[in-house]
């Protein structure tokens, strides 16, 4: 299954390199993984999501938990919770039936068109992960260019919080 | 406030924690710290031969304490042959601090001379580790580096030092801190009192009880809580490999080590238990056999300070986080409030049940089928000339299994070796550190021909200092456990598992200014033995001829159950 795994940490050096190395180290699977700095200028929030059955999640949050720079690490999928990634798509859009339906499809997913050129449209998007994916099924693979993804970026609902 | 330089700071910081010796071999990247340690008395510096040797000492000492050992290495290959070192104390829990020089800061990342990524390189094998940043931080850090590796699950810490961090001629205020804070890092002080409940009852309800307890029991310094809570409960107990002297040896409800070379009586009272209390012990490979069939019957609590030791390989019915000699204090004050008792009757049959298992086949190895020296008497005769008091520091392989099967450990902390990452070349340096911190003591190195020759130019350094152990050498001219598994599993072809080209022991112990007796009879080992032992300010290799063809039994039978098990060359259970 696939969990979300939202990670407090102290902002040192070396605290990253620590997490990835946990998980090449230990056999765990990274299908994303995004950090930055919050609103604490001495805490970063890392999300990381990962595939695996209920003994290897809790072995990835008990882990992690046993890094000295970790705080806090919570897996958002036991919960209700948001998750949402950015995607900014580039596209090959040369004639008028291709811009016009990757213009219908970007409305349709409530996307926005954010560079254009005379061959090319890019589109950002947001949203889950798997509507990310259907964006790319839905226009099919043969004009996309070129793909970057933000990775999951996840949150509690309601009054929960990661917090120290 | 006193100015100290970053160099000074590091020497001052490791007297205030009390430190007495460190171990180490110095380097560019180390000239400031190692002036700082020639103009001060405090903190005695032990030079070793190899970086190796440096942690292995600083290991060592903290297994026989409990207080983590200090090794100081230079940057580059000084840091990189510190890393088996590293490893060895991670895998089997040791606190232990490892500062490590690094080039100048500026130079950091360059390619500069002798430097190394120490952080990057030892990352997966330490608990934590520091990059000083700013000289004024040395104390704090290094308070820090000892608080992580003394507490919750001990460990390694490296601490890497870039010279610049220790000019002598840029000094800042010193303050040792008294304690620290950390927000990150809190460990565990007391398990959960309605598990430990759950677990009482359990125990009282058991029918066929076994205590499984490993090495936690002896760092965690909870040996007497163990011995109070299997006497109140009268069932049996078995150690692990890193577990021995956690419960008496010589105790009749003791049953010895389990698991792949354990006795034949604790593997198959685990196997046909019904409530496994594990404490402190971490269901390793080495333990378990295969673990879809491991103990079908057991119900299993298992007391663990780190929580990602339980339920790793085998899953816990009842987990307990907690440091084992406050969980174990708790469970013995609930089990004599219980109202209840476990069943005695339950508990004869049960243990009618594991004496005939001791009957059949406990502790034997036969003697008569070669004229040889056996490796197990040797063992046996070492435990009876030392009492069972010796500490016995280990290295790898054949002999590292018969001295954990065949000596009588009584008392925690004595038995000293490799478990985790089976380092050959462990045992002479480990033998060093312990006599060092306990010259009153006797102190054995148990080892082979193959081991030693990995750590044996600390010879000098035992010249250099004085430091007079006893090794105790099993030479049967080959690398006796790679040489049984290629007679069990590849029809004897022993490939590259001959000790050819051996020196003569005598005569190269000898040359360093060390005693060296050579036994090849068994009706002179005893005689041997004592006068080594009578020797004590001299360093005495005893060089032991014994049979080259011998095995390890109990020999479990791969992913096979506890039970499954090679008694000896031809018997299986």
Known sequence: MRHIISVLMENEPGALSRVVGLFSQRNFNIESLTVAPTEDETLSRLTVTTIGDDRVVEQITKQLNKLIDIVKVVDLTEGDHLERELMMIKMKANNGTVRAEIKRTTDIFRGTIIDVTPNTFTVQLVGASSKLDAFIEALGTSNIMEVVRSGVSGIARGEKVLSV | ??????????VRALRDEGVKFIYGYPGGALLHIYDAIFTQDDVEHILVRHEQAATHMADAYAR?????GVALVTSGPGATNAVTGIATAYMDSIPMIVITGQVMSHLIGEDAFQETDMIGVSRPIVKHSFSVQRPEDIPE????????????????????????????????EYEYPKSVKMRSYNPISKGHSGQIKKAVDMLLAAKRPVIY???GVIMGDASDELIALAKELGCPVTNTLMGLGGFPGTDPQ???????HGSYEANMAMHHSDMILAVGARFDDRVTNGTDKFCPTAKIVHIDIDPASISKTIK??????????????EMLEQLQAAKTKPSAESLKTWWEQIEEWRGRHGGRYKTDDSKQMKPQQVIEMLSKVTNGDAYVCSDVGQHQMFAAQYYKFNKPNRWINSGGLGTMGFGLPAAMGVKLNFPEEEVVCVTG????????????????????VKVICLNNQSLGMVRQWQDMNYESRHSQSYMQSLPDFVKLVESYGHVGIKVERYEDLEGAMREAFAMKDRMVFMDIAVDPF??????QVPRGSMRDMWLSKTERT
């Open chain 2, 64 to 68: 026989a304490t409990g207080k983590a």
């Open chain 2, 550 to 555: 011998e095995h390890v039994y109990p020999m």
């Open chain 2, 141 to 172: 850090i290094i308070k820090k580096a000892f608080h992580i590796a003394e507490s919750g699950r001990p460990g390694p810490v490296v601490v890497d030092i870039p010279k610049d961090m220790t000019t002598p001629t840029d000094r800042y």
């Open chain 2, 316 to 329: 816990a019915d009842v987990p307990i986080v907690g440091p084992a000699q406050a969980v174990l204090k």
């Open chain 2, 254 to 260: 003791f049953i010895g080590m389990l698991g792949m």
């Open chain 2, 449 to 468: 021909e193959g081991s030693i020759q990995m750590n044996i130019q600390e010879l000098s350094t035992i010249s250099q200092y004085g430091i007079p």
């Open chain 2, 213 to 215: 307890s490993g090495g």
């Open chain 2, 1 to 10: 406030m006193e100015l100290l330089s970053g160099a000074e700071m590091v």
